[in-house]
């Protein structure tokens, strides 16, 4: 009996959030998941689901984003980049289609991921959609301590979304820091797995830290109470990036 052989590939993307209701599709909204299904649909001309690394929410940009799909078409990777590049949204960039092991996974086997988080305390009509514009002076020395010591905490209940579908909310905390480049701010954040809102919570508590309106004692308070509404507000979602996500080595074995 002939039987169909299942394909699986990745795609390596990057894309401006600002007109997305974020990464996975959903009803009345357009997502870039949406975009990316129906341009790989009609080019492949087979009913194509792509599923992502990780979920960015409504208005959050990547500069590295993965996905798989599965197929039983075979194709030229190069080509199809190419085609997909002509095809979909100008917010959205297919850097490389490539073939992997029918196991290889985006979301399960990506070993850690890196968010920034960018910062300007300056109006720049250039950064409208790119960055958070904060007036004031800020702490940027003590928020540094405060990030430090993220890197001691394993549960981040105080900075997650509440009633999500999480099993859990430790995640392993491996770099946060604050930095100026080019007249920007940009908080960098490395951890195995992100809650949703996780980030941005975190940096407007930082913020609010940053200004004086809480002490560090106070901060370290917060992340002890697991409690989103003990926190700080949201920072605003056009100044995320996603910047990376790592998987084991051969794990992607193709591109």
Known sequence: MFQIHILRYFVSLAYKGTDFHGWQVQPNAISVQQVLNEGLSVLLK?????????????????????????TDKE??????????????????VV????????????????????????????????????????????????????????????DFTSFAKV?????THICDVRKAHWD???????????????????????VGTLVELGKGKVTFHEFKAI??????????????????YLTNVDYAEGKLNGE
């Not at 092991?101 to 985006?106: D, F, G, K, V, Y």
């Not at 890196?114 to 940027?140: C, I, S």
């Not at 009633?163 to 099993?167: E, G, M, Q, R, T």
């Not at 100026?180 to 996780?198: H, P, Q, S, Y």
């Open 46 to 70: 087979d009913q194509i689901t792509t599923l992502g690394a990780g979920r960015t929410d409504t208005g959050v940009h990547a500069k590295q984003m993965y996905a798989h799909f599965d």
């Open 95 to 154: 850097k490389a289609v490539f073939s992997v092991s029918e196991n290889a996974h985006a979301r399960f086997d990506a070993t850690s991921r890196v968010y920034e988080y960018w910062l300007t305390q300056e109006k720049n009509p250039f950064l409208q959609d790119a960055a958070w514009l904060v007036y004031g002076d800020l702490d940027f020395d003590l928020m540094n301590e405060a990030s430090d010591y993220l890197l001691s905490v394993s």
């Open 75 to 92: 194709f030229n990777c190069v080509e199809i980049a190419y085609r997909l590049n002509a095809y979909i949204n100008n917010s959205i």
């Open 180 to 202: 100026f480049k080019d007249g920007v701010w940009i908080f960098t954040i490395e951890a195995d797995r992100f809650l949703r809102n996780m980030v941005r919570a975190i």
């Open 223 to 240: 992340v002890a109470k697991l409690d989103r509404g003990a926190a700080g507000a949201s920072a605003p979602a056009k100044g995320l």
């Open 163 to 167: 009633h999500s579908d999480v099993k």
